[in-house]
């Protein structure tokens, strides 16, 4: 899809999409309604062969949009459950690392909350442009450094230390699952059928034997409508961070606005 439709806002893009595929609809009843006519017009069973070839071709496309969208809402969760996740063992980490003596404490407490900022201010930012940021890689580095070179001296520190490896390991496994969902979609070549499909779908509608009409423009259009709000909703959550209904930093900024206060 056009890099436009999530860049815009979803009202604007939502008309544009429908706008484009009802006026398809309805400028092709109105040049093809006399042409179906004087093509299929000597075929006795032109109703059963129209609408044969329309439940063929709704039941394909019904099918792949039905798989398609399975996929982009899913990859939709899983990147609100990679931010919540990786917030989490953020807000873990910074708790468990108030145990830690000084300076080993206040240092820790420090990189949480610059990679945490760094977060919401730049990759976000980066997240936006369909991009998966390695920006922060430095600031991960700093808490796995601040973490592995602590060297407790009871075994009550110790314990502290193991919780917070636990916690990065987990930090790091969510950050990584946010990296991957920011750089999947849904390839260009399915979109292309996708578009290709709907088009298809629509066009055969021209050629449904009608005698009003009226009562065409509304089948047509009908069609039209349904198609594209089944297509609009794959592009809107194809991209998790992109778009007016992009996953939010909500869960880190909570983080650091209360826990890391």
Same mark, same amino acid.
């Given at each position: ?34 042409? !179906? ?31 398609? !969208? ?38 820790? $407490? ?7 900022? +760094? ?15 390695? !920006? ?24 502290? $230390? ?53 009562? +065409?423009?509304?089948?047509?259009? !009908? ?39």
């Amino acid at each position: 899809m056009p890099e436009w439709f999530t860049d815009v806002p979803t009202a604007v893009s939502l008309l544009a999409f429908l706008g484009f595929f009802l006026l398809f609809a309805a400028g092709g009843v109105m040049i093809f309604r006399r042409v !179906s006519r004087l093509i299929f017009g000597m075929e006795g069973e032109w109703r059963d062969l129209a609408t044969l070839c329309l439940q063929a071709g709704v039941t394909f496309f019904a099918l792949l949009l039905a798989l398609l !969208s399975f996929a982009a809402y899913q990859n939709y969760t899983e990147a609100r459950i990679a931010v919540s996740s990786e917030a989490a063992s953020l807000a873990v980490m910074y708790r468990e690392g108030s145990s830690l003596p000084e300076p080993d404490r206040g240092v820790l $407490q420090a990189d949480l909350r610059a990679y945490t900022a +760094h977060v919401i201010n730049k990759e976000w930012g980066e997240h936006r442009q369909g991009e998966a940021p390695e !920006s922060g890689q430095g600031h991960v580095r700093k808490i796995q450094n601040g973490i592995l070179s602590f060297q407790g001296k009871t075994p009550a520190e110790n314990n502290i $230390q193991s919780a917070l490896i636990s916690a990065f390991k987990d930090f790091i496994n969510a950050r990584r699952q946010r990296l991957t969902a920011a750089s999947v979609g849904v390839p260009g070549l399915l979109w292309s059928v996708l578009v290709m499909g709907v088009l298809t779908v629509i066009a055969l509608t021209w050629f449904l034997p009608v005698n009003r009409a009226r009562a +065409h423009f509304f089948l047509s259009l !009908s069609v039209a409508f349904a198609a594209s709000l089944a297509l609009y909703s794959i592009v809107a959550v194809d991209r998790p961070f992109k778009g007016s209904v992009s996953v939010p930093p909500t869960a880190f900024e909570l983080v650091l606005g209360t826990t890391m206060r």
